[in-house]
């Protein structure tokens, strides 16, 4: 079976910090898709981004970045410089192939808290 | 292009009470999906619809739970009657296909609390 594992329930930084949220998975499949979602305020879920299994190159979107290691079955986010803005519940997720399952399967979300 | 939308936003009410739940999915996307979270746990999956069709409802906890989608465009979920552990937030996505890699886009959720 499925599961992710976002150890860190809350992290609290300052701003203009670095912080990096982890995310560990567990699955059977060779091909699966990773995915980050941020949770502000205002509630909704908002797509950070995407990656599937046979792509284990890092990927860098401005301050944030990932890194993604089947070795360690892990699929860490990594903020710099960190802003007020960036405070959120961010959560990991992960579907599996056909045969598996498609519907994806959350972590409990890691609630980020950056103070001015 | 708008973004998934649920309705209402809060709704407080007692056990015993009835509840219904709106969700407009991105206009197109055949596929929406009712999500789950109690405090601090994880979102779990509730059903899945394909156009009017229940795809998976494995994840419905049980019968005082209904969910339709008639003319496969909005969906509504009924809580009847509701209990206290039926707290928590009720997420909505949608995404244009059902493919494992697909992205599902999810909208604000319902915040429902039950006394």
């Known amino acids: 079976a499925q599961k992710v594992t976002q150890a860190q329930t809350e992290i609290s930084v300052v701003e203009k910090e670095d912080v990096t949220l982890d995310c560990v998975y567990e699955t059977r499949d060779t091909t699966y898709y990773l995915f980050w979602y941020k949770q502000p305020p205002s509630g909704e879920l908002v797509f950070l981004i995407r990656r599937n299994s046979f792509d284990e190159q890092n990927e860098i979107s401005g301050r944030y970045s990932w890194n993604f290691q089947k070795s360690t079955s892990s699929f860490n986010f990594t903020i710099t410089a960190s802003q007020v803005v960036d405070s959120a519940v961010y959560f990991c997720?992960?579907?599996?192939?056909?045969?598996?399952?498609?519907?994806?399967?959350f972590g409990r979300g890691t609630s980020l808290i950056v103070h001015p | 292009e708008a973004g998934v939308t649920q309705f209402p936003s809060h709704s407080v009410i007692e056990k015993g009470q009835t509840v219904t739940l709106r969700c407009d999915p991105i206009s197109g996307h055949d596929n929406l999906y009712w999500y789950r979270r109690v405090m601090g746990k994880e979102i779990k999956f509730l059903l899945h619809?394909?156009?009017?069709?229940?795809?998976?409802e494995s994840g419905m906890p049980n019968n005082r739970f209904l969910a339709e989608r008639t003319g496969g465009t909005y969906s509504t979920l009924k809580v009847q009657p509701a209990e206290l552990e039926d707290s928590g937030v009720y997420f909505c996505?949608?995404?244009?296909?059902?493919?494992?890699?697909?992205?599902?886009?999810f909208g604000p959720g319902t915040r429902l609390l039950v006394l």
């Open positions: 619809f394909v156009k009017e069709s229940k795809q998976d």
């Open positions: 997720a992960l579907s599996e192939a056909p045969g598996g399952s498609y519907i994806p399967t």
């Open positions: 996505a949608s995404s244009q296909d059902m493919y494992f890699q697909e992205t599902q886009y």
